[in-house]
Structure formats: structure tokens, C-alpha cells
């Protein structure tokens, strides 16, 4: 198939601009724009940022010696760790050595094959009651449609759907401090004081005490025994393992960054899969087609029987990757590609940047599901498409994502007809995770 649909993305200026400017233009604003399109053919950016070496390393191979092949040298960056902390705390996304082991291990299983099996169900009934809310006709935001019907699935999942977890007020404040997150990070990079000036970033503080004060209050009324699910399962075994304090802190800590970091980057990928899909009539009759017949059988395996879909969503995660970067520090001198890195150098990697690069993909801003065919991948470097990183650190959701999506983008097919609605701009913003700036409209009919 030819390629026609060329996506939304942000104008590409001529050269980047200084630091200094960056600190303050729409760059600062939106972690995507800015980048020349030499970013896009270059293998790799140094930047001296107020005193911080920058290492934005392109090359698969680069990406492949920091996050496997020496992934023992580069850990969560403090500076990140600092920023994450009033949310995150030290859970498993921002904690390195023997904690960051101990919490792996102990999450591991949840998200083994067989526990995402056993959850096809619970999946399966919420992507079917979501398409059945898409209008018959007329304009839906499907992004917003994405949160809500993500937010439920991990609600009900990993909390056994406390309702508090499940109201747009909990959806406001995620937006409003991952969005604070992804601005205090970048001042943070740069040496900038964690000082919160503007009032998007006082809105984030705000939001990241509420989250904390809602998961703890969740985390506190089910006591020590915890309960019969994924955060009991939790509570329990961090009370065997740590003083009492410090399990509820931890355990408050893991809910966080399993309730933010398991819906919110999922819901994105829907919301692009769904933008490309109206964007490509052909693509999306076939996705349909396929959609229509493997619905019609056990839900244990639908997302296997859907190996065009999952070509969809592949394509749309390495156009809109749902985690457009996140970092490391180097703990020991190294070289990456020949350039030389230094203990204390930050590296930045990329998916935004390696996912539309000129030297590793042909039309790269092109959407083309082909290019995740059958056999595809022989041609490609296993570091050169990372929407879910790599090395020890991948996405432990990363199953559990992949088959959500599939289930859902499934029923939505089945259910509705998508085009892009004339006239409406699509704004991807990229901070901690990318996102349709203003939510995604689409034109939705009878299937
Ligand atoms: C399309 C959806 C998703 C994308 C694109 C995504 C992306 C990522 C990426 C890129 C990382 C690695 C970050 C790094 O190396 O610094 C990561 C880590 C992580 N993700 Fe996801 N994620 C998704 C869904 C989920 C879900 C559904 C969950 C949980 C239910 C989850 C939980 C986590 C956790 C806990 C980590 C930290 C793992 C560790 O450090 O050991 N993610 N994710």
C-alpha cells in the first residue's frame, strides 16, 4: 500500500533554537516543537544546558548501549526523581538498585500472559459500553473518550473500581500535574530551582496533593492485609518487606504510578490510532473488516485475532509514541557512538525524535501500518522503535496496554465510522506524555 496520510505535526524550523531561547519559546511549552529538521538525520545532539551536559543520542545503537548492553551505568536521572517525588515518590518508575529490584519482582506476575488473559473480561465490557456511548452521528472527542474509558479499565483492574479513581475531577488533576510535571522536569534539567511561578504550575501542585491524598486515603483504609487485588496484593507484600511506615508510603507511592502511568498513556495511543484511522478511509475499512469477524468469537484471545489492528496501533505509537521521551544519568564515563559521555551527563532519549528519523524510516512522517507487516521488523534494529522503551526498565504494562488498546480500538471500529472533521486542528503537545492539545475531534457515523 502507498502511504498518503501525512499527520499533523509541529512546524520544523530551520535551525534549533539557542538554549537560552528554548527556556522561553514554544519549546517550553511543548516538548516536540522547536526540533530543525536536521534532528531528524542527525545521530546526535550535546547541548551544555546552564551547566548540564545534554546527550540526545539518536542512533539505535546509542539507545541500545544506555538502555541494555550498559544499562547498569545509567539510572533515573535525581533531578527527575526530585521532580517526580511530590507524586511518584520512590515508586517503581522513579527508583533505581535493590528497591527498584525488589518492587519489578514484585509486580511482575500481575502483568505476566496469563493474568492480562483473566482480564480480557473485565476489558472487553468496558470497551463495549465505551463504543456504545460514541454518538450515532455528529462530533465526539475521542480523546476524551480514551481517559475516561482507561481510567475505568485501570480503576477496575488494579483497584477493584474505587469510584474515586473513576470521576472526571481525577481526570482534571492528571492532566493539570502531568502537565506541571513535564514543565517543572525541563527547568529541572536545566538547573532551574523547583520553584512553582507560573499558575499551570501552582494548578499541578495542587493536583499532585489531591492524587496523593485520594490514593492515600485509599491505601490507608485498607490497613496492612490490603485486600483482594492488585494494590492489596501490594500493600501486603510491601509489609512484609518494609517497616510499616515506609510499606504505606511505598505502597501509596506504587498506586500512583500505576494509576497515572497505567491509563493516561494508553488512552493517548488510542486517541492517535483513532486520528489515523479517520485519516485513511482504506486502512480503517480493513481494520473494520477485521474488527467485525474476530469480535465474534472467545474475548481470551480477541486481541490476537486482530494482527492488522495491532499494525495500526504499532504505527500510530511510533508516530504519536505515547512517552515522547524520558532520561537517564550516566553513572560512569562511557561513549556512545564515539562521542564521549561523562559521569553526570544527562541522556535524553527520544522515541519522538528516532520513531520520525530520516536514516531509519522511509517517509517517515507518513502513515503506513505495512511497515509493521509480517516479517517487517528483520529489517529493523530492535532500538530504532521503542514506544515502550527497552532493557530492564520496558514498560512492565506493556502487555496490558497492547491488549487494551487492541480490545477497545476493536469495539469502536465495529461500533462508529471515522473521519476527520474539516477545518478542526490536531495539536500534538508533547511533555510527559503526548497528548492531543484541547482533546481530538472526530466526525463519527453508523458503522
Ligand atoms: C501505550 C501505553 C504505554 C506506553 C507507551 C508506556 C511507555 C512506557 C515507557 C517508555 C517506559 C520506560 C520509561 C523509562 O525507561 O524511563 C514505561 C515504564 C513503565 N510503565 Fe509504561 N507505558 C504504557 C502503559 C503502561 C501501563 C498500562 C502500565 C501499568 C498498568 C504502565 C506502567 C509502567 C511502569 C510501572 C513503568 C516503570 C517500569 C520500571 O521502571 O521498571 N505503563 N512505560
Known amino acids: 500500500m502507498t502511504a498518503s496520510f501525512v499527520p499533523a505535526y509541529p512546524d ?23 526540533w530543525s529538521q536536521a534532528a531528524f538525520s542527525e545521530w546526535h545532539t550535546r547541548r551544555v544546558v546552564l551547566g548540564t551536559v545534554v546527550h540526545i543520542p539518536r542512533h539505535p545503537d546509542a539507545v541500545e548501549r544506555v538502555l541494555l548492553t550498559n544499562a547498569a551505568h545509567y539510572e533515573k536521572p535525581r533531578l527527575v526523581k526530585r521532580v517526580v517525588a511530590p507524586l511518584l515518590g520512590r515508586g517503581l518508575v522513579s527508583s533505581d538498585g535493590e528497591l527498584w529490584r525488589t518492587q519489578r519482582k514484585l509486580v511482575a506476575p500481575s502483568f505476566a500472559p496469563g493474568a492480562i488473559i483473566r482480564l480480557t473480561g473485565l476489558i472487553a465490557e468496558a470497551a463495549e459500553r465505551s463504543g456504545a456511548t460514541l454518538p450515532l452521528a455528529g462530533a465526539v472527542n475521542v480523546a476524551a473518550l480514551a481517559t475516561a474509558t482507561t481510567m475505568r479499565i485501570i480503576a477496575e483492574a488494579l483497584f477493584s473500581g474505587d469510584p474515586r479513581l473513576m470521576t472526571d475531577e481525577a481526570s482534571r488533576q492528571i492532566e493539570a500535574a502531568l502537565l506541571a510535571a513535564g514543565k517543572v522536569r525541563v527547568m529541572a534539567l536545566l538547573g532551574m530551582p523547583h520553584v512553582r511561578l507560573t499558575p499551570s504550575a501552582r494548578a499541578g501542585g495542587r493536583a499532585q496533593r489531591w492524587l496523593r491524598d485520594t490514593l492515600g486515603a485509599i491505601v490507608r483504609e485498607r490497613g496492612p492485609e490490603g485486600g483482594d487485588d492488585f494494590i492489596g496484593g501490594m500493600i501486603r507484600a510491601l509489609h512484609e518487606r518494609f517497616p510499616a511506615d515506609e510499606a504505606v508510603e511505598l505502597a501509596i507511592d506504587n498506586a500512583a504510578t500505576f494509576y497515572v502511568a497505567g491509563h493516561e498513556t494508553t488512552a493517548n495511543a488510542l486517541a492517535w490510532s483513532a486520528y489515523l484511522l479517520a485519516g485513511d478511509p482504506a486502512v480503517q475499512d480493513r481494520a473494520r473488516a477485521e474488527a467485525v469477524a474476530a469480535l465474534d468469537g472467545p474475548v481470551e484471545n480477541l486481541a490476537d485475532r486482530l494482527p492488522y489492528l495491532r499494525q495500526v496501533l504499532d504505527e500510530a505509537m511510533r508516530l504519536y509514541p505515547p512517552a515522547p521521551r524520558f532520561e537517564r544519568e550516566a553513572m560512569a564515563d562511557d561513549a556512545l557512538n564515539g562521542v564521549a559521555i561523562r559521569r553526570g551527563d544527562i541522556v535524553s532519549i527520544w522515541p519522538w ?57 476493536a469495539h469502536w471500529l465495529a461500533a462508529r465510522r471515522f473521519a476527520l472533521v474539516e477545518g478542526a486542528v490536531v495539536d500534538p503537545l508533547g511533555s510527559v506524555t503526548l497528548r492531543p492539545r484541547g482533546g481530538l475531534m472526530l466526525a463519527v457515523t453508523p458503522a
Not at 534549533?16 to 522561553?24: G, H, K, M, Q, T
Not at 520513531?355 to 528483520?378: E, K, S, T, V, Y
Open 353 to 409: 525524535l528516532i520513531h520520525r528519523h530520516q536514516r531509519l524510516w522511509d517517509n517517515a512522517d507518513a502513515f503506513d501500518p505495512d511497515r509493521f507487516a509480517p516479517g517487517a521488523d528483520a529489517q529493523r534494529h530492535r532500538f530504532q522503535y521503542l514506544p515502550f522503551g527497552g532493557g530492564p526498565r520496558v514498560c512492565v504494562g506493556a502487555r496490558f496496554a497492547t491488549v487494551e488498546a487492541l480490545i477497545i480500538l
Open 12 to 34: 520544523r524550523p530551520a535551525a534549533i533554537a539557542p538554549v537560552w531561547r528554548s527556556l522561553f519559546n514554544e519549546h517550553s511549552r511543548n516538548a516536540i516543537a522547536g
